[in-house]
């Protein structure tokens, strides 16, 4: 059987899906943010990265020039506060001034609730400054996103498990997460809990469902569903709510 040339059929296979696009993402440096940023680059697409703490971009940016050494002049960094909104808004106005456009948004930044403790142990001061970083923050990159993004662009807002289903002892982050309404993915956010005592007690074999008994999420399969909703391939989804849990909010907890 021979070969299928025909490059403008929609059943081509394009290797470099997002070549000529410009991708912004918050919360870049680690995680999901840097796997969805290696993932887009690989395919082609020019990427802004944003995150708060200069040190971890620069380590991002080691590890992508590393790994994808003709990148280089394919990806910026920059550092946000996106709880700030002049800091958001500088980001995005020179994302365009320098790349001339941006085609797609992904706002994965995320501050997590360290601590396991009932809700009348929670100090107000960070609550309000877990829901400023995730549901204003949030609220700050769309805003200025929306001024700019390419008409037929997309934005995908990453949630959460706790989006949908409330969790004893971290009150604030289901708050914040629940106003987003976007699994447990392995990335250095889970490394802490898990490993602590306070998170061995919590999350013993008797007291987690059964989709955490099994692998966790790797970073890069989330970012390949996030690619997925800003290329040309979902262009017919919008407004819509999608689920990367492995099962967990659908309850299909078995092994099989």
């Known amino acids: 059987m021979g070969s299928i040339n025909n490059t403008t059929s929609p059943y081509a296979v394009n290797p470099q899906p997002f070549a000529g696009k410009v ?13 969805l940023s290696k993932y887009l680059l690989a395919r082609g697409a020019t990427v802004s990265m944003c995150a708060t703490t200069a040190a971890n971009l620069e380590k991002a940016a080691s590890e992508i020039d590393q790994e994808f050494p003709e990148a280089k002049d394919h990806y910026w960094t920059c550092v946000v506060d996106i709880s ?14 320098k790349f001339g456009k941006l085609d797609g948004c992904a706002n994965v930044a995320a501050m997590e609730q360290r601590e396991i403790f009932p809700i009348t142990d929670l100090d107000a001061d960070y609550f309000a400054r877990l829901i400023n970083v995730n549901v204003v923050g949030t609220f700050n990159c769309v805003k200025e996103e929306m001024k700019v993004i390419k ?6 807002n990453v949630g959460s498990i706790t989006s949908n289903y409330a969790s004893a002892g ?18 250095e956010m889970m490394e802490k809990p898990f490993n602590s005592p306070v998170g061995q007690f919590h999350l013993s074999k008797d007291n987690i469902p059964a989709i955490l008994k099994r692998d966790l999420a790797e970073p890069w399969e989330i970012a390949a569903s ?12 919008t ?10 909010v659908e309850g299909n907890f078995s092994s099989a």
């Open 23 to 35: 991708i912004a993402i918050t919360g870049a440096s680690r995680g999901t943010g840097l796997s």
């Open 84 to 97: 700030k909104p002049e800091t958001v808004k500088s980001w995005i106005e020179q994302t365009v001034a």
């Open 151 to 156: 008409d037929g662009g997309s934005i995908v």
């Open 170 to 187: 971290v009150a604030a982050y289901v708050s914040a997460k629940h106003a987003l309404i976007g699994g447990c993915i392995n990335t």
């Open 226 to 237: 996030i690619a997925f909703l800003l290329g040309d391939e979902s262009k017919y989804v």
């Open 239 to 248: 407004k819509a709510q999608w689920y990367v849990d492995g099962g967990w």
